[in-house]
């Protein structure tokens, strides 16, 4: 175990390296954060004195050696549209697309596994074939179309004029798949949002819950269906290996053959490629946050860059490198523990 952390902190720090090395090359492509803090009006002068100050001038490595030192002492620099350190920036907008994260998590793992098992353990039926078609328009929908959907048809309101409205049939079919539109869809609720401790959330009142419904469905659209089909295929695969031939010959009952001796083994690789997946929502949320106007990371990543906020944008990379880095961490040792014949050095058992 010491020696799995010691080589996945060692590679975690490769990963940092390249990622702030990159950030730092493509700079001079993102435009004159200059220009964006002072405007037009302001003479060349003072534009070249500010350029000094922040020292945009200097040479590529020596601007890098500079962030680098400074990194290492958990400096990353400031901000120069908030004025303020780019750590704090990141971390009062980092709860909000960590809680989104989460809530997409939820209704991923939620939905996925029971439909997942109901469709490998009956692929034949309807409701499989169903389920198998709705995935596959899942996949093929853009996350930021999913969201407009979702908005038109639970935040406006969606009018259906399908049925004629001259008999009363047609006028209560037409009311009856028709919404009123009622849910929030924009940003996190203003006074909803209630501060446990330090973190603001929106777990801790109904309405705060609320606002997080259509951003967190948005966002699960896109896994949830590669998971559907995932899990599926698993186990499918699974129910027709020999243990569980055999489990069956002994006469155990078929729910326990399923739910205890099927599952468990499906869920391994789904662990692994589940792990990953999750891990990379927390870029995808770039698109949702910004349909739905969520003050996570996502939304100010953006802002950061309209604006060529470059030592926000460096930070930002980084802090999602870390997160990819600690989500792979965790999903090697909850393999571990899920399947002890695995070890996590990689010598074999």
């Given amino acids: 175990m010491i020696a799995f952390l010691v080589k996945r ?14 950030a730092f090359a493509i700079q001079d492509n993102l435009g004159d ?23 945009l001038n200097d040479p590529f490595l020596v601007q890098y050696t500079r962030f680098a030192k400074n990194a290492l002492q958990g400096d990353f620099g400031y901000s120069y549209f908030y004025r303020e350190p780019a750590l704090d920036v990141i971390a009062r907008h980092l709860p909000a697309t960590l809680e989104l994260v989460f809530a997409s998590t939820f209704i991923i793992v939620l939905f996925s596994v029971p439909i997942g098992v109901y ?7 309807p409701i499989s074939r169903f389920f198998m078609g709705i995935s596959i328009i899942g996949i093929s929908i853009p996350v930021f179309l999913t969201a407009i959907v979702l908005i038109q048809i639970f935040s406006i309101g969606l009018t259906i004029t399908f049925f004629p409205e001259g008999t009363a049939w047609g006028s209560w079919l037409n009311s009856f798949f028709s919404t009123q539109g009622n849910m929030p869809s924009f940003g996190r609720g203003g006074g909803t949002v209630e501060m446990f401790g330090y973190w603001e959330t929106n777990f801790a009142s109904w309405n705060g819950l609320r606002n997080i419904v259509l951003p967190a469905v948005s966002l699960a659209s896109i896994m949830l269906p590669l998971f559907i089909r995932l899990i599926r295929a698993e186990m499918m695969e699974v129910l ?34 589940g792990g990953v997946q999750i891990g990379t929502m927390v870029a995808y949320t770039i698109l949702t946050e910004t349909v739905f106007q969520w003050p996570g ?33 965790l999903v090697d040792l909850i393999y571990g523990l899920v399947n002890p014949t695995v070890k996590l050095t990689g010598k074999p058992a």
């Fill in 297 to 329: 990371m996502g939304l100010m990543f953006l802002d950061a860059i309209n604006r060529a906020d470059i030592p926000l944008i460096i930070t930002y990379l980084m802090i999602v490198g870390v997160i990819f880095v600690i989500t792979n961490t």
């Fill in 119 to 125: 469709s490998a353990i009956k692929p034949r039926s």
């Fill in 9 to 22: 902190l060692m590679h975690a720090v490769l990963v940092m390296f390249v990622i702030s090395l990159l």
């Fill in 240 to 273: 027709q290996s020999d243990y569980v031939k055999y489990a069956r010959a002994k006469g155990i009952s078929m729910r326990r053959v399923y739910f205890v001796h099927a599952l468990k083994n499906t869920m391994l690789p789904v662990i692994t490629v």
């Fill in 33 to 55: 954060p200059i220009q964006q803090m002072v405007g037009q009006s302001v003479p060349e002068s003072e534009r070249e004195e500010l350029r000094e100050r922040f020292g």
